[in-house]
């Protein structure tokens, strides 16, 4: 039974709008390799940087990064000791830190590193997966807006969307957790649907923080 929800999704695609929404709705949000009590604020930081320093090392291992991804199976066949026992650490932490509540998790590296988190912490890594996908066209302007390498080279960050789309279907269908899969646009649209939606798949009731979650979603999201 999974006591966290993982947030994935393409960078430049809602994670941080997604990740706001489950830490307002009542869980707990892991940063700087502590969980925060829910609700949380514009100030707090929306990733772990623990986390994407573990993940950020596994794509180092594979000779990758996140805008220049390795193969699938490469990446999940992996077999670091050292890195093992630092991910096993980091989420037994994070685990007894939550106990008895769940917490959320998200960067956005898990989209094309989930099967190596899968293969090598069976007892531990067994989330459900929230997973916000932004129209193609929109991430890669968004990316353009941020990033030097987009700007120069859209085709490559075009191909790099479709990549983490790739192996977040890819993964979902091996190991087969329980997910949902939200898109970016339809949140901004129809933000009390999306939000119930939510709520009821990470079973909090959402009259929790309802008026703190709408206001999260529609101005500060809409802007690129």
């Not at 509540?101 to 099967?115: A, E, G, M, V």
């Not at 069976?122 to 997966?129: A, I, S, T, Y």
């Amino acid at each position: 039974m999974s006591n966290f929800v993982l947030i994935i999704g393409m960078h430049r695609s809602g994670t941080s709008m997604l990740s706001g929404i489950v830490g307002m709705s009542g869980l707990y949000c892991a940063g700087h390799g502590k969980l925060t009590k829910a609700p949380i604020h514009r100030t707090q930081h929306l990733e772990d940087r623990k986390c994407m320093r573990i993940n950020n090392a596994v794509l180092g291992k594979s000779g990758g990064s996140w805008k220049s991804v390795p193969d699938y199976d490469e990446i999940k066949n992996i077999k670091d000791r050292n890195l093992i026992k630092t991910a096993k650490e980091y989420l037994r932490n994070l685990q007894k830190q939550a106990h008895p509540n769940k917490f959320s998790l998200k960067d956005p590296r898990f989209s094309i590193l989930s099967q190596w988190w899968f293969e090598n912490l069976p007892d531990l890594f067994n989330p459900k997966v929230i997973w916000i996908e932004r129209d193609i066209d929109g991430v890669v302007g968004s990316l353009k807006m941020r990033e030097p390498w987009a700007r120069k080279n859209p085709k490559h960050a075009h191909k790099v969307a479709i990549t983490y789309i790739s192996y977040i279907e890819k993964m979902l269908k091996e190991y087969n957790p329980e997910y949902i899969k939200l898109k970016y646009e339809e949140v901004l649209k129809n933000p009390m649907e999306n939000y119930k939606k939510i709520c009821n798949f990470i079973e909090v009731d959402p009259k929790q923080n309802k008026s703190l979650v709408m206001d999260w979603i529609r101005p500060h999201f809409k802007r690129n």
